[in-house]
């Protein structure tokens, strides 16, 4: 499985992971996503990098990878 790591610097609280996470958790081939506050970062296990920007951006956030 691959690993990808994407920078969201708009993550600030928990209520923002949890958002990425539910969205990013939906998209098709992920198997696991760990939102890190402090590191505003989002670290997902499978998955496609544009339909993970995609999630990320539905949840409200803009990722950069």
């Known amino acids: 499985m691959n690993e990808q790591l994407f920078s969201v610097p ?3 609280c928990g209520h923002c992971a949890t ?3 539910q969205e990013v958790a939906a998209v098709p081939g992920v198997c696991h996503v760990d939102v890190d506050i402090t590191g505003r970062t989002v ?5 496609e990098a544009g339909a993970i920007r995609a999630a990320i951006a539905e949840a409200g956030y803009e990722a950069a990878r």
């Open 10 to 12: 708009g993550i600030t």
């Open 19 to 21: 958002a990425i996470r």
């Open 43 to 47: 670290r997902v296990t499978g998955g």
